[in-house]
Structures are given as C-alpha cells and as structure tokens.
C-alpha cells in the first residue's frame, strides 16, 4: 500500500508491506486452520550456565518454513553470577523480544497510518529481585517486578498520533500479550 | 398457521418493526415469549438508567415525547414507553408465545412456538444484541466462597453479601455497578480491559449531540474501516445522569483499578499487565473524538457560541497495579460479570452463523438466508443501530428490502 503525507505528497515509506499484511489477515480469517502457527527454538547445553539455542524453522500457512538461514543464540549468565558470560541472560532475551516485537509493531502501524519514520529508538528496561530466583525469599518471585519499555520516536506527526503508535502496538503485541496475560506452559521429560 | 411475517421479539425493534409493516400492509404477527418490553421489567438492575437522552427515543409514528428532552428513563419507564407505543400502533403481539425453534419451511421459514407452529415467507428477528450476560469460562474456577451475579440477576448493593466485590468489566455496565456498589460503601475492585471513554457532556452538550452533530451516528455500517471491530465496540463508560462514572471519578471514589481478568486458578484472580495501555488507548480514542467535535464546531460556525474546547485528564492507572487476588482471602465476597452481552441465536435451527457464533447479515438482511431479517444488533446499519434511536431508519430500510423481496 502506497500512503501519501498531505503535506510533501511523498509516499510514505517505512519498509512495511501493509497490504499484504492486511490481505493476509482477510485470507486467513477465511481459512483458520492455516493461520495455526507453531514457533520453534531448539537448545543445547554447553558447559556451566552456558547454552546455545538455534531457529531455523516454524510452522504455519499449513506448511513448514525455513528461515533463510539458521540463527544462533548463546545464552549465558554473567560473571557476577560466577558464569563465564558466554552470551545475554535468558531474561535479557526476553527484553529483546519485547523490544522487537513493539518496534516491529511501531513500524507498522506508522505504514498503515500514513505516518514517515525517520528513526525509532528503544530502551528497555525489567526489574528483578534476584533473592527469589535465589530461593531466598519465597514471597518475591522469580520473574519481574517491573518492565519499562521508553521509546524515542522521530516523525513526521504530532505526539498524540505518536502516543497512539505506541498504544496500538501493545495491543496487537504478541510478546506484550505474552508477558501481560498467564501462558499456559508445558515443560516434560521425552 | 400461516402469516407472511413473524417479528421475533417484542421490544422497541419488534415494535417499530410491526409498525413499518402494518404501513406497508404486510399480515404479520410479533411473538414475545412474556410481556411486552419485559426485558427492560424483569432483566435490569433497578437503578438502570438509559443511556440515551429522551430525545434520542423517537419512534416510527410517534416523536419522542417526554417532557424533559435531556432526561434519561429508568428501565421501568422505558417499559412503560414501549407498552404504550404497542398500543398505539396496534402492534399484533402475541405474548407469553415463546419461540422454540426457526427453520425453513416449504414456503419460507417455520417458527415452532409452545402454540404451534408459524408459517411465514418473512422472519425478522427482533430479540436484540443483549439477550444473554456473557460470563468467561474463568467463573467455574471462582472459589465456593464468592458469590457471582451477572448484570441480569444483580438487584443493587442491598441483594448482595456483606463485603467486597469485584467488577470484571468497565463498560458501561461494569463502571455504573462499581460506582453504585462504592457509593453504597462497598470496597471495589473493577477489572478494566478494553473500554470507551466519553464525557457525558463536552461543551455544554451531552455527548450524543455532539454523536450527532459530528455524524458519527449516522455511520454506516457499509463506510466504516473495520466493521468487525465496529461491531464488537464496548458500550461507553457513561451512565443516564450527569454524574460521571469514568475511570477517573471512579478512582477519585476509591474504586480499584487492576487489568483485564486474565484467569483464576487456585482460587487466585491474575490481572493483565496491560491496564496502562487500555487506558491510554481509551484516552487517546477520546482524545480524537473531542478533536473531531472541535473541528465540526469551527466548520459549522457554532465554536463562539460554545464553551472553550477542553480535556479531561488522563485516566490515573495506580504506579504498581496489583496482578493477583486471592479470592479465598475474604476481601471479595462477590463478583459482578459485566463482561459483556450476546445476542441469543439458539433458536435458529438454521446454517447463518459463522464459526465465532455471530450472525452472518448485511446491514440486516441475514445472508444466504431470502426473507430472514435481524434488528438491534450492534452497529446493525449505522451506529445509532446499536440505540433505540437507530430503530425509525434500520425498520424503514429493513421493511422496504422486505416488501421487495416478497415481491421477487
């Protein structure tokens, strides 16, 4: 979809394929089988806290995909934890998820409105009390207190329809979604 | 028994319907499983006002006639309202005629009642969007302890055990028991998902004129960008009075605010972490309205003759909103589903719903189903459709498509 500012007449341009996007949704509320979608990561364990985990595919369209390459991630804790600080804790992926997840949804949203990004900037922050996952104190819990996500957007529109980027994409967030809303969790022995 | 319409429903969208087909002398009956009106008699709380200003109440063949046009009716008076326009428009209700059952016959549709069954080329089913409370599937999880009433079986702060109570929904419905539960100095806690914000007046005028005068109401329902998400738009936070029962006065009256219920187990409620943002999106949604009636006031002259534009504050979420309630604790003793209204299509033994559940129409006129109708749904043409206001425009169009196909 090519949008237009009133004001220049340039398209406005975010790298966003709305229209696809809009036509997919169109396609698979018609076929909802299809609009299942499995994602996967697959992890091995190095030595001490260190693991590595890889994507490389998911399901969903009724089909299986591949990514156009195999992606890695070195999962560590840090050296004040006595770990060897072999990649970014666990929870610090999580914020990363969140990050790219609202960002990628900024960006969207901003296509389907019309609105020219010119630079989007995130700093994403969760706080933790380390005493719960230290067992120590069994009335603090294990994950955050807190997440604070401050984003720094310049565009072509004023701070209310910024604001409003922002709202919409925690609403259609699925990483949002997963860390506002109870997931239902299955983890077992094979 | 053979007719060559059946209107479903005896309300203010039944009624005005029988009215639009006696003008276009259509041989119709209405059925009413009780009385006329009788939702608005047995199925209200007794403190319910509409939300509609009396001006908004005009009917096929009568104007809104209450002495005070800014007004708003209690329940029973728009009970009152409707029994009187039956009359007067010598509506054919049959009450105490409960269908049982819609399903097409050799010449049109059969609807089977306790009294036997009609034959009919016309259906139109007139039994509202708001027949059943919806209750998430969560309720079975409640403890024993907590006692659970829905907006149907609610009758005021009085009907309810000693203690607190929690609110699961800020629509309309959810925001008018909280601050009647708060007022009767009940400890509340309301649970707040997506909602609707409006002030009751901007400007010196109640937010309907201004729903007007902007055209909003007149949307149709063929116009509007999404007509899904239209169609699913929560009820206002707004009560039939001038007291405001946003989240601000709500919180002002030491309502607790915490997100969306999420799920219960164990006997612990978990709210959404997403309190802040549906706040933000409501006041941001608001935010665009007023601008919009700002833009309209300018464009047709009146902004001078007008208070000043203002706004209201934004909606203050608590700093750390609380994400879990053990409802074992003792603190609730009660919750009140305000979650939400369904219409009831069970009867309809026919294949015109999709696979949410929701009837398959265009602007009415059910699809793949010649000669079914359905009135008072949510944004049904416009989104006056969801108000008896909307009823004058969605019965004449409804009523000619009607004629018209019985004469293909």
Not at chain 2, 81 to 102: C, E, F, G, I, Q
Not at chain 2, 128 to 137: I, K, Q, Y
Request: aromatic share 6%; net charge negative; proline share 6%.
């Amino acid at each position: 979809m090519t949008t237009t500012t009133p004001d220049t007449d340039r398209p406005v341009d975010n790298g966003v394929n709305v229209a696809a996007l809009l036509s997919a949704r169109d396609a698979l509320s018609e076929a909802p089988a299809a609009a299942q979608f499995t994602w996967k990561a697959s992890c091995t364990w190095q030595r001490g806290t260190h693991s590595r985990s890889t994507v490389d595919g998911f399901a969903g369209l009724g089909t299986q995909h591949r990514h156009t390459s195999n992606y890695t991630f070195d999962v560590d804790h840090p050296e004040c934890f006595a770990s060897a600080d072999n990649g970014p804790t666990p929870v610090e992926y999580v914020l990363v998820g969140l990050a790219g997840c609202l960002t990628a949804g900024v960006a969207s949203v901003a296509q389907h409105r019309g609105i020219q990004l010119r630079s989007v900037t995130a700093t994403i922050e969760g706080e933790m009390n380390v005493l719960g996952i230290l067992g120590a104190d069994p009335d603090i819990r294990n994950g955050f207190d807190r997440v604070t996500a401050r984003f720094v957007i310049d565009a072509d529109a004023p701070r209310d329809d910024l604001e409003a980027l922002l709202a919409q994409s925690q609403k259609r967030s699925a990483v949002f979604d997963v860390m506002t809303n109870p997931t239902d969790v299955v983890v077992e022995l094979v | 028994m053979r007719t060559t319409a059946v209107v479903i429903g005896a309300g203010h969208a039944g009624l005005a319907m029988s009215r639009r087909l006696t003008e276009r002398s259509v041989e119709h009956v209405v059925l009413e499983g009780r009385d006329v009106a009788d939702s608005w008699r047995t199925k209200r709380w007794p403190a319910l006002r509409l939300l509609t200003p009396n001006w908004m109440l005009g009917l096929p063949g009568q104007a809104a006639e209450q002495p005070d046009p800014d007004g708003f009716l209690t329940a029973p008076e728009v009970a009152d309202l409707l029994r009187d326009y039956a009359r007067r428009v010598a509506a054919p209700v049959r009450t105490h005629t409960t269908v049982r059952s819609v399903r097409r016959g050799c010449h049109g549709y059969q609807v089977r009642t306790e009294d036997g069954a009609w034959q009919a080329d016309a259906v139109v089913l007139a039994t509202g969007g708001s027949s059943v409370p919806f209750v998430p599937a969560c309720a079975a999880a409640l403890p024993p302890s907590v006692a659970q009433r829905t907006a149907f079986d609610y009758l005021g702060p009085d009907s309810l055990p000693d203690g607190g109570v929690l609110v699961v929904g800020a629509s309309a419905t959810g925001v008018q028991l909280a601050a009647e539960l708060r007022r009767a100095g009940r400890p509340v806690i309301l649970a707040v998902g997506e909602h609707v914000r409006l002030p009751r007046t901007y400007r010196g005028r109640d937010v309907f004129w201004w729903l007007r005068a902007t055209g909003v109401l007149a949307e149709r329902y063929d116009e509007v960008d999404d007509l899904a998400r239209a169609r699913r738009l929560p009820s206002p936070q707004l009560v039939g009075s001038a007291v405001p029962v946003d989240l601000a006065a709500l919180v002002a009256d030491d309502v607790r605010l915490v997100g969306r219920l999420a799920s219960v187990g164990d006997g612990v409620a978990h709210f959404s972490g997403s309190l802040r943002n549906v706040c933000a999106l409501a006041d941001l949604k608001m935010a665009r309205f007023l601008g919009r009636a700002d833009e309209w006031a300018k464009a047709s002259g009146l902004d001078d003759e007008l208070p000043p534009p203002s706004r209201p504050s934004r909606t203050p979420v608590p700093d750390r909103p609380c994400l879990s309630l053990d409802l074992a604790a003792g603190e609730i003793s009660t919750v009140v589903w305000a979650s939400g209204f369904r219409p009831d299509h069970a009867l309809l033994d026919l294949p015109v719903l999709d696979r949410s559940g929701h009837l398959r129409h265009d602007g009415g006129v059910v699809t793949d189903a010649r000669g079914l109708y359905a009135l008072g749904l949510p944004m049904l043409r416009t989104r006056a459709s969801t108000y008896i206001h909307g009823a004058p425009a969605d019965t004449e169009a409804l009523a000619d498509r009607l004629v018209a196909d019985l004469a293909r």
